[in-house]
């Protein structure tokens, strides 16, 4: 449809039919159109469910950004894939970049989960706590993507009937874990940390602020 719906609309054209005749797809061409329309839809709708539930699980709005700074990474790796490949944005790998917005904020999540618990229960700095769970988290974060990499490789190759359906949804998959677990793993604690210094100064004003507030008060208080 991806291939047909273009060739009919330049026939079309080139009929140069009275402005009275116009043509519109029907049935199944017409649901493609739709969904085709609604893609930009479906991966916001996506990424701000996942922000609220982030938002809900650490009562932050702050970690979810770091959390959700690895999701760029993967779309511009799925993206680069189906380039070299020569394989075409379908509804397919739309499905693609959806399931990455799962799998790949994981690896973030492992990190700052860590760091997090780390600096409230063990008291540590920030560049101390994230460097610790990028230490200990390490192995399990190459484990699970190189599961999530091998499994997706069987349909990227594409074996039996169909598998050109099922080969968008592999290649889209294989790219974005590549080129986001490259990147992640140094950019998701750089981010930890510039969000913990710009949360620490903030801190500070405020504390300055009500020492300054609680200062004028006892000034006034001891003025005759």
């Known amino acids: 449809m991806g291939e047909t719906i273009p060739l009919i609309g330049e026939v079309m054209r080139n009929l140069r ?23 930009n839809q479906l991966i916001l709708f996506a990424i701000l ?3 609220l539930v982030l938002g809900i699980l650490y009562e932050s ?6 959390i959700l700074s690895t999701l760029p ?23 693609a970049i959806v399931l990455l917005i799962g799998i790949v904020k994981k690896n973030a999540i492992m990190m700052i989960d860590f760091a997090l618990k780390a600096e409230r229960d063990e008291g540590l700095a920030p560049i101390e706590a994230i460097r610790e769970a990028c ?6 974060i190459m484990m699970t993507s190189m599961v999530a990499i091998l499994g997706a490789l069987p349909l990227a190759i594409g074996f039996g009937v169909g598998s050109e359906m099922r ?14 677990q490259s990147l992640t793993l140094f950019s998701t604690p750089a981010l930890y ?21 609680a200062a004028t008060q006892s000034a006034k208080a001891a003025a005759p």
């Open 61 to 66: 709005l702050i970690h979810p950004v770091t």
């Open 167 to 180: 080969q968008p949804l592999g290649i889209a998959m294989i790219g974005g874990l590549l080129v986001s």
């Open 193 to 213: 940390l510039v969000f913990a210094r710009i949360a620490a100064r903030r801190r500070e004003k405020r504390a300055a602020k009500r020492a300054a507030r």
């Open 135 to 140: 230490l200990v988290r390490f192995r399990p």
């Open 17 to 39: 039919m009275p402005g009275s005749i116009s043509g519109e797809f029907g049935g199944d061409f017409r649901r493609f159109q739709q969904q085709q329309s609604g893609q």
């Open 49 to 51: 469910a996942v922000y």
């Open 73 to 95: 990474a993967a779309g511009v790796g799925a993206l680069l894939a189906m380039i070299v490949t020569s394989t075409e944005l379908s509804i397919v790998s739309v499905i």
